[in-house]
């Protein structure tokens, strides 16, 4: 069964601290890949996204993502956290030609960021 | 612009009863997706839906019962609530899916509804 693994549960850094959080995906054909954010009490919030094209992908607030095909991964960075990133993320993967078209979900990463 | 939206943001319910959560899209898009969040789980698909009266099952639907009599609305039936189904659910719409020689479609998320079940 196709399946997102997050290495991460929860990550703890101080402000100004760099970012990187792990994605993993099991599927061997074509699929878009998404990073979504959670703030505390609302809903989930597309970060960045990636379809195709360059592999290095910018997203809103300075986030960014890499697609490795060969290492089946889409890790998450940012150069310097802020408070303000305090949230929950998840990595998604939408394969190509499932005929549901469902996001498939990693359990998630908590950030907690300290001031 | 509405956008995505659901009701109602939080219930508690008994065991036993029957509890309908709403969904309600204003782009026209022709896929819905119900989504239940859970500690530890993430997010899990329970019905999708490719337009009005086109429904199926996803990973978890066993309690569940949807419709979708027009491409607005999407609501989400528990039949016979469990503690079990205690969750935060949300509903989500896209244009389309990924199929092979076009392009990706992102899906929009609702703000969620929170029920417990006691």
Redesign the interface.
């Given at each position: 069964a196709q399946s997102v693994s997050q290495h991460n549960h929860h990550v703890i850094l101080s402000e100004a601290a760099s970012l990187e959080l792990g994605c993993n995906y099991s599927y061997g054909g074509t699929v878009n890949l998404f990073w979504y954010v959670q703030y505390p009490g609302q809903h989930l919030q597309l970060l960045l996204k990636y379809f195709s094209g360059d592999p290095l992908v910018k997203g809103i607030k300075g986030f960014e993502a890499e697609f490795i095909k060969s290492k089946f991964s889409f890790n998450l960075r940012k150069p310097s956290v802020q408070w303000s990133d305090t949230a929950e993320y998840f990595c998604a993967v939408n394969p190509y030609g499932g005929s549901q078209g469902n996001l498939i979900f990693g359990k998630g990463t908590k950030l907690s960021v300290k001031p | 612009d509405a956008g995505i939206t659901q009701s109602p943001r939080y219930k508690i319910t008994e065991t036993g009863r029957q509890v309908t959560l709403m969904c309600h899209q204003t782009w026209s898009h022709s896929?819905m997706?119900w989504?239940r969040q859970d500690l530890?789980?993430?997010?899990?698909?329970i019905y999708?839906s490719?337009a009005a009266d086109i429904t199926?099952k996803?990973e978890v639907p066993d309690g569940y019962v949807v419709s979708r009599s027009k491409t607005e609305n999407f609501p989400l039936t528990l039949e016979s609530a469990t503690r079990s189904q205690t969750s935060v659910y949300?509903c989500?719409s896209?244009k389309?899916?990924?199929?092979?020689g076009t392009?990706?479609?992102?899906?929009?998320?609702?703000?969620?509804t929170r029920l417990t079940v006691t």
């Open positions: - | 896929y997706f989504y530890g789980h993430g997010l899990r698909l999708y490719a199926d996803g949300f989500a896209s389309g899916v990924p199929e092979t392009r990706g479609y992102e899906q929009y998320f609702g703000p969620g």
